[in-house]
């Protein structure tokens, strides 16, 4: 089961992290940004990522699709929360 606050974290914590990534100008702080969220994934309720990536293992981890899987997660996430 994926609770409200489990979306609400995930939502908060992603929105913010692709804020950040979005304005980067810095390459290193851009791989700060992949290395955690990468990391946050592993963490993340099972069912909520897999609903978020669906079923990409890859997903928020893979340097070329970074960006688009992140952008597409706060996309799910946003729309969780509006309903």
Do not use: C
């Not at 913010?16 to 994934?41: F, P």
């Amino acid at each position: 089961m994926i609770s409200k606050d489990s979306v609400e974290t995930a939502y908060a914590f992603l929105h913010q992290k692709l804020r950040v990534y979005e304005h980067s100008t810095l390459d290193w702080q851009k791989d700060d940004i992949e290395m955690i969220i990468g990391d946050y994934a592993d963490q993340i309720n099972p069912e909520l990522l897999l609903q978020l990536s669906n079923g990409n293992p890859d997903f928020l981890k893979d340097h070329a699709t970074f960006k688009r899987d992140l952008i597409h997660a706060v996309s799910i996430l946003e729309q969780n929360l509006s309903q």
